[in-house]
């Protein structure tokens, strides 16, 4: 056979022709046919189906990135604590423009204790003051993140230890020269030397190594890792110099408590910052839950962004499958002329080539699953494995969904062509050359 006629082949392979039909052609008998015609001609039924396999993995994969996004900022803000808030002094306005969040500065230490009678629900309030430092430990050092707290903070913002101790109410009053550092930290200065009870030099001024955070990783806006958290007061008088607190956190008594304790400590900042009456709230207070609902929202529209580009291949994939599917018809016109001489009725021709469409769809559709799920696990191997380390998770839902979609493709773009097929006149079908 010359490639030209090996080219115009059909694509499922002629029913035999031996035996009237007077009853028409089974299921089983059509679906027969049909993978017998997947098989005699396997590079065209692959190409055929090769926008259905892409769109089905594609649907697959990005499915499982955008819930891998969505879980990955579900699990940073569950860290920070579900049922913590943050408090910060409001924007101030000069001339006319706000300065931006936190510029009023109206927050000091003693206004901690006058929060924490006035809010019944809100169970610890930890004063903060964060700024940058270069801090060196020998010949190394480092810019980071110096970060003034009381020993709260650690309780709030679930931060373990891994080694030595937090430093203590009295190294606030004493405005303490102590220090616990985060693991980026220790791994930047320290290498493999025990950091417990070493010096190091923050802004110029000695601080001594008391603790040592787990590693955690990135938390929102907040890298424990890469801090050195000393208490508040040393923060603010010995090495900035400040008189306000940059900010508060809040930890409510539990998640039920939580839009009750903001509302308390809207009220209290009235009453303890002396706003005038129908003046603005002098605090703005960030609430960890509404964060979280927001960040789901987010990577809920993430997501059906994605998946709605996916489809996009699946739909091509059908107008593939249609095309093939016409120029079948168009190759088996005398074939389909025969059959319906010798007995087949229009819907035996309709089914058959309906299901040959389906069939196509379904075998692309469950190696698209295949190769989506085999992409998804490698993508979520670290880098280290050979993989890309991306926050992946794989459901049942998109593939069940994408798999169902991919029939749906294989009938909607199959009707016309079978259609057209079973209308052929068989006096005309069978003069067709």
């Known amino acids: 056979?010359?490639?030209?006629?090996?080219?115009?082949?059909?694509?499922?392979?002629?029913?035999?022709?031996?035996?009237?039909?007077?009853?028409?052609?089974?299921?089983?008998?059509?679906?027969?046919?049909?993978?017998?015609?997947?098989?005699?001609?396997k590079l065209r039924s692959f190409l055929t189906m090769l926008g259905i396999i892409i769109g089905?993995?594609?649907?697959?994969?990005?499915?499982?990135?955008?819930?891998?996004?969505?879980?990955?900022?579900?699990?940073?803000?569950?860290?920070?604590?579900?049922?913590?808030?943050?408090?910060?002094?409001?924007?101030?306005?000069?001339?006319?423009?706000?300065?931006g969040m936190g510029s009023q500065q109206n927050?000091?230490?003693?206004?901690?204790?006058?929060?924490?009678?006035?809010?019944?629900?809100?169970?610890?309030?930890?004063?903060?003051?964060?700024?940058n430092g270069q801090v060196k430990f020998q010949n190394q050092n480092t810019k980071t993140t110096v970060f003034g707290a009381s020993p709260e903070y650690f309780t709030v913002r679930n931060l373990p230890l891994a080694e030595g101790k937090f430093f203590t109410d009295d190294d606030v009053k004493r405005k303490a020269k102590?220090?616990?550092?985060?693991?980026?930290?220790r791994e930047t200065l320290f290498g493999s030397i025990q950091p417990i009870g070493k010096t190091i030099k923050v802004n110029g001024q000695n601080f001594k190594v008391v603790g040592l955070t787990q590693k955690r990783g990135?938390?929102?806006?907040?890298?424990?890792?890469?801090?050195?958290?000393?208490?508040?007061?040393?923060?603010?008088?010995?090495?900035f110099g400040a008189e306000y607190l940059g900010s508060l956190s809040v930890q409510a008594i539990n998640e039920?408590?939580?839009?009750?304790?903001?509302?308390?400590?809207?009220?209290?900042?009235?009453?303890?910052?002396?706003?005038?009456?129908?003046?603005?709230?002098?605090?703005?207070?960030?609430?960890?839950?509404?964060?979280?609902?927001?960040?789901?929202?987010?990577?809920?529209?993430?997501?059906?962004?994605?998946?709605?580009?996916?489809?996009?291949?699946?739909?091509?994939?059908g107008i593939g499958i249609m095309n093939i599917m016409l120029v079948s018809v168009t190759e088996r016109t005398r074939e389909i002329g025969i059959r319906k001489a010798i007995g087949a009725k229009r819907k035996d021709i309709l089914y058959q080539f309906l299901i040959e469409s389906?069939?196509?769809?379904?075998?692309?559709?469950?190696?698209?699953?295949?190769?989506?799920?085999?992409?998804?696990?490698?993508?979520?191997?670290?880098?280290?494995e050979g993989g890309v380390g991306f926050p992946m998770m794989l459901s049942p839902q998109p593939i069940i969904i994408s798999f169902v979609f991919s029939a749906v493709v294989g009938i909607f773009f199959g009707i016309y062509p079978a259609f057209k097929a079973s209308a052929l006149d068989p006096i005309e079908a069978l003069r067709y050359e």
């Open 358 to 384: 389906v069939t196509l769809s379904l075998v692309g559709g469950l190696m698209g699953i295949g190769g989506g799920i085999g992409i998804a696990l490698w993508m979520a191997r670290p880098a280290d």
């Open 218 to 239: 990135g938390m929102m806006f907040r890298n424990p890792d890469d801090q050195i958290t000393v208490p508040v007061t040393t923060a603010m008088r010995r090495v």
């Open 256 to 317: 039920q408590k939580m839009g009750d304790a903001e509302d308390e400590l809207m009220e209290a900042a009235k009453k303890v910052l002396k706003a005038a009456p129908g003046e603005e709230s002098p605090i703005r207070v960030f609430n960890q839950a509404d964060l979280m609902e927001s960040a789901n929202q987010q990577s809920g529209f993430l997501t059906m962004l994605l998946a709605g580009i996916a489809l996009v291949s699946l739909i091509v994939g």
């Open 107 to 131: 927050l000091k230490m003693e206004h901690v204790e006058q929060f924490k009678k006035l809010c019944p629900s809100v169970k610890l309030v930890v004063p903060e003051y964060r700024g």
């Open 56 to 99: 089905v993995g594609s649907v697959i994969v990005m499915v499982a990135l955008g819930q891998g996004v969505a879980k990955a900022s579900q699990d940073a803000i569950a860290k920070l604590g579900t049922n913590v808030m943050t408090v910060m002094p409001n924007s101030q306005m000069r001339g006319g423009v706000s300065q």
């Open 178 to 185: 102590v220090a616990v550092i985060g693991d980026n930290i």
């Open 1 to 41: 056979m010359s490639a030209v006629e090996q080219s115009a082949a059909p694509l499922i392979a002629p029913v035999k022709v031996g035996v009237r039909h007077t009853r028409g052609m089974s299921m089983t008998e059509a679906f027969r046919i049909a993978l017998q015609g997947l098989v005699a001609n």
